[in-house]
C-alpha cells in the first residue's frame, strides 16, 4: 500500500517563503512522475508545477520565477519551494504522485496543505 504524506503549509507574511514536502511510503513503490496543484474557496483546482520522470518541470505562468518543484535525494519525495509569496498563492495545496507500485500504476493524492499568504 503506498501512503501519501504531505508537510510544510503555514501562515507566511507576502514576500516570505514556505517548502513543501511530498513523501510516498512503501517499500516496493517507484516515483515516476509528480504534480502540485492548489485549490483556493471558491475556485477550481489548478495545475501549479509539475516534474516528469526525466526531470522536466513546468509551471504556471502565475509561479513561474517564485517557485520550484524538484525531487529530493531521498526516495520518493518531491518538494515545492515557493518564494516571493502573494496573497493570491492563498490555497490548500496538493500534491499528485504518479509511479509504479510492484507491477501496477499507481496515481494518488496527498491529504492538503493549508497555505495562507497575508498581506
Known amino acids: 500500500q503506498v501512503q501519501l504524506v504531505e508537510s510544510g503549509g503555514g501562515l507566511v507574511q507576502a514576500g516570505g517563503s514556505l517548502r513543501l514536502s511530498c513523501a510516498a511510503s512503501?517499500?516496493?513503490?517507484?516515483?515516476?512522475?509528480a504534480a502540485w496543484y492548489r485549490q483556493a474557496p471558491g475556485k477550481q483546482r489548478e495545475l501549479v508545477a509539475n516534474?516528469?520522470?526525466?526531470?522536466?518541470?513546468n509551471y504556471a505562468d502565475s509561479v513561474k520565477g517564485r517557485f520550484t518543484v524538484s525531487r529530493g535525494n531521498a526516495k520518493n519525495t518531491v518538494y515545492l519551494q515557493m518564494n516571493s509569496l502573494k496573497p493570491e498563492d492563498t490555497a490548500v495545496y496538493y500534491c499528485?504522485?504518479?509511479?509504479?507500485?510492484?507491477?501496477?500504476?499507481?496515481?494518488?493524492w496527498g491529504q492538503g496543505t493549508q497555505v495562507t499568504v497575508s498581506s
Open positions: 512503501g517499500t516496493m513503490f517507484s516515483l515516476n512522475a
Open positions: 516534474i516528469t520522470s526525466g526531470g522536466i518541470t
Open positions: 499528485n504522485i504518479q509511479g509504479i507500485y510492484w507491477a501496477d500504476y499507481v496515481s494518488k
